[in-house]
């Protein structure tokens, strides 16, 4: 697990322009997995992310229910993923993965531990540790077999 990127974000705003900058390095098909506890930063990052690509950001919100949202009208898609209420793996194949896979997108899954066994490698991760009200550390890997 290769470290790419580890930082202190100060507050909210700060998040999004982190996010908004490392949007610009995610290619069509890259799956970035987003972990850390409820209230994190998570669904803040993936609004970074759409602002970065062009998308509107208050389109953006916690796919929870549905599993996925897809936003499009930026320079590239991005499909947005919650596993948070995911049942078991196969409720994440019924919502279309595999087909996501084969799109031309970048594929955000928040929660994304909890189907981790049948994530594709390579990966990456942005880890969100809540420090206190407005600081969060994140820290942002590859992972990958070699
Ligand atoms: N430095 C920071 N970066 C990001 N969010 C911050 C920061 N400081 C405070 N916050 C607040 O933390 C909350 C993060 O909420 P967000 O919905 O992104 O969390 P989440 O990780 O997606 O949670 P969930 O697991 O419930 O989906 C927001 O209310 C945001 O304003
Ligand atoms: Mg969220």
């Known amino acids: 697990m290769a470290s790419i990127l580890k930082a202190v974000s100060h507050s909210e705003e700060e ?19 987003l972990t850390g506890e409820l ?3 998570k669904t803040i990052f993936v609004k970074g992310i759409a602002r970065g690509l062009g998308i509107d ?5 916690s796919p929870s229910y549905t599993i996925v949202n897809e936003y499009r009208g930026g320079s590239k898609s991005l499909f947005h993923f919650d596993l948070y209420r995911l049942g078991n793996i196969s409720e994440l194949y019924e919502t ?28 990456y991760q942005v880890s969100f540790k ?9 820290n942002i890997t590859v992972i990958k077999n070699d």
């Open 57 to 61: 950001t208050a389109l953006v919100n």
């Open 130 to 138: 809540i420090l206190d009200d407005t600081e969060r550390e994140i």
């Open 96 to 123: 279309g993965w595999d087909d996501y896979m084969q799109k031309d997108g970048i594929m955000v899954v928040e929660w994304g531990e909890k189907g981790e066994v049948n994530l594709p490698i390579p990966r």
């Open 15 to 33: 998040t999004l322009r982190l996010a908004e900058k490392i949007s610009l390095f995610f290619k069509k098909g890259d799956v970035v997995i």
């Open 39 to 41: 209230g994190a930063g």
